[in-house]
């Protein structure tokens, strides 16, 4: 059983278009992170959220926490090919002293 | 600032044998978190050091230990690898690990990875 579940597992759409990745769980996280891979590479640190709540911006990318903290999701607008990537959601669950990822959602930009 | 470095970069090995992968944590980070990532069970947790010490352990075999060195550099050891040890194995650094919480300020930054193949 994932403790994270991210969807769509696999996202195939053109330039320009918007997209939105989501990350839930039934569990309540002390914090949540995006994290974007590239093939034969680590996962880089794209955000943090603590907060209930919470949105982040980076750009054209868009980034909230639920109310609850049990759920975040990760809007992109006017998607580039620049943005595919392997998009990977971790949370640490309170107490847990590490972070669960989710299985990630393989993203790609067609031109 | 460098960041998270892993050796080798690639790795073959046969069944039976065994691998020492080693990371180098960005400068002043004293937590080192490895973790295995494959197809099928994605990004999944090995253990953390700090310190020296072990501090936190995920649900492998006794086959995966590891070791952090007064300098902050760590080792992680496979012996007698099976076919399902081919991964891709990631270390990560942060400041003081998940003793703190992975808030602002204390994020796990990944190195490139080990990418192990075993025959």
């Known amino acids: 059983t994932q403790l994270l579940e991210q969807s769509p597992q696999f996202l195939s759409i053109q330039e320009g278009e918007n997209l939105t990745v989501y990350c839930n769980s039934s569990?309540?996280?002390?914090?949540l992170q995006w994290y974007r891979q590239e093939p034969g590479e680590g996962p880089v640190l794209l955000v943090t959220?603590?907060?209930?709540?919470e949105v982040k911006k980076l750009k054209r990318l868009t980034f909230q926490f639920g109310d609850a903290r049990k759920d975040s999701s990760l809007h992109i607008t006017a998607a580039q090919p620049g943005d595919t990537g392997l998009y990977l959601c971790?949370?640490?669950?309170?107490?847990?002293?590490?972070?669960?990822f989710g299985q990630g959602t393989r993203l790609t930009i067609n031109p | 600032k460098a960041g998270v470095t892993q050796t080798p970069r690639y790795l073959i090995k046969t069944r039976g044998q065994q691998v020492t992968l080693s990371c180098s944590p960005i400068?002043?980070?004293?937590?080192v978190s490895w973790y295995q990532q494959t197809p099928g069970q994605g990004l999944q947790f090995l253990f953390e050091?700090?310190?020296?010490?072990?501090?936190n352990k995920g649900n492998f075999p006794g086959r995966f230990s590891g070791r952090q060195f007064s300098n902050s550099r760590s080792e992680m050891n496979v012996s007698t690898l099976e076919l399902g040890d081919s991964a891709l194995y990631l270390c990560?650094?942060?400041?003081?690990?998940?003793?703190?919480?992975f808030g602002p300020g204390n994020e796990q930054f990944f190195g490139p990875g080990t990418r192990l193949t075993v025959l």
């Open positions: 971790a949370g640490e669950i309170q107490g847990a002293q590490k972070l669960v």
């Open positions: 959220v603590v907060t209930g709540g």
């Open positions: 400068s002043g980070h004293r937590s």
């Open positions: 050091y700090f310190s020296e010490t072990q501090r």
């Open positions: 569990s309540v996280f002390s914090s």
């Open positions: 990560a650094s942060s400041f003081l690990g998940g003793l703190a919480g």
